[in-house]
C-alpha cells in the first residue's frame, strides 16, 4: 500500500508565496516519478507540475518561471514551491506519484486560495 501525505496549502494573497511538500511512503519504488495536478471548481484536472526519477522537470505552461518543482530523494518527497500566485491558481492541488506497471497513486489534494 502506497500512502501520500501532502501539506503546504492555505489562503495568500495575490502575488504572495506558498511551498507545498507530499511525502510518500510504503510499497513504491524511490525515487519514483511524482508531481502536482491541480482542480478548480467547475474546470477539469491539470498537471501543474511533474518530476522524473533522474530529476527532470516539466510544467504547464501558465505556470513556468512562478512555480518550481523539487524532490527529496532520500525521502521521496515532492515539494512544489509556488511564487507570484495569481487568483487563476486557486484550487485543489493534488499530489501524484507513479509506481510500477502503470499504476499511479494520489494524494488527499490540498487546498490554495489566492485572493486577488
Known amino acids: 500500500q502506497v500512502q501520500l501525505v501532502e501539506s503546504g496549502g492555505g489562503l495568500v494573497q495575490a502575488g504572495g508565496s506558498l511551498r507545498l511538500s507530499c511525502a510518500a511512503s510504503g510499497s513504491i519504488f524511490s525515487p519514483a516519478p511524482m508531481g502536482w495536478y491541480r482542480q478548480a471548481p467547475g474546470k477539469q484536472r491539470e498537471l501543474v507540475a511533474g518530476i522524473t526519477s533522474g530529476g527532470r522537470t516539466n510544467y504547464v505552461l501558465s505556470v513556468k518561471g512562478r512555480f518550481t518543482i523539487s524532490r527529496d530523494s532520500a525521502e521521496n518527497t515532492v515539494y512544489l514551491q509556488m511564487n507570484s500566485l495569481r487568483p487563476e491558481d486557486t484550487a485543489v492541488y493534488y499530489c501524484?506519484?507513479?509506481?510500477?506497471?502503470?499504476?499511479?497513486?494520489w494524494g488527499q489534494g490540498t487546498q490554495v486560495t489566492v485572493s486577488s
Open positions: 501524484y506519484a507513479d509506481g510500477r506497471y502503470g499504476s499511479k497513486y
